[in-house]
């Protein structure tokens, strides 16, 4: 009997201790929240600012910069012009956004987005030339990249180059982001 008893108070204490397994321990005091994990928090990339005087603008003896995407679909430029005044903008060569082409419009549009005299965003259409110089469709190679992870500023307009396109914004706010496979105006 005694050898029963023991047996069975030997098996609840098994038991016992298997339902206590599953039940995990508070780490963390009241109040207080658990830090992410590295793993489902994204580490922000560095945005490494150039040197604007590495792309000064080529051509029409007006000041500012120019530059490319990476890949050479997008050029950009920011220029203060004698004759036209300040504009920045890009011009993408290939894309496949739908064109925001209102119905008045003969050709097509979304080929670039522009702001003059730090106006509002405006659309660049097919054969419209970019008032920045230097600037062609598919990139000058006589241009520089602006590599993703880089930020140009000028004149109080900055661009960015980033994995998910290029950013310009101007003084006043208003800016886009443009990419082969979509675009933003504000």
Not at 82 to 94: K, M, N, T, V
Not at 166 to 181: K, L, M, S, V
Request: with cysteine.
């Amino acid at each position: 009997m005694k050898r029963l008893l023991l047996s069975s108070l030997v098996l609840v204490t098994i038991a016992l201790s298997g339902c206590a397994t599953g039940v995990a321990e508070p780490d963390e005091t009241p109040g207080t929240a658990a830090a992410p994990s590295s793993e489902s928090t994204p580490t922000p990339t560095a945005v490494i600012a150039v040197n604007p005087a590495d792309y000064d603008i080529q051509g029409l003896g007006d000041t500012g910069v120019s530059f490319n995407s990476p890949d050479g679909n997008i050029a950009c430029g920011i220029e203060q012009g004698a004759l036209l005044g300040s504009y920045f903008g890009c011009r993408i060569a290939e894309y496949n956004y739908t064109d925001p082409t209102t119905p008045e419009t003969q050709v097509a549009c979304g080929h670039g987005f522009q702001s003059r005299d730090g106006g509002a965003v405006e659309v660049l259409c097919t054969g419209e030339p970019s008032p920045f110089a230097g600037v062609m469709p598919g990139g000058d190679p006589a241009v520089p990249s602006l590599d993703i992870g880089s930020s140009i500023t000028w004149d109080d307009t900055t661009c960015v180059s980033a994995e998910n396109g290029i950013t310009c914004t101007g003084a006043a706010g208003q800016g886009f982001r443009i990419a082969a496979d979509s675009y933003d105006v504000f």
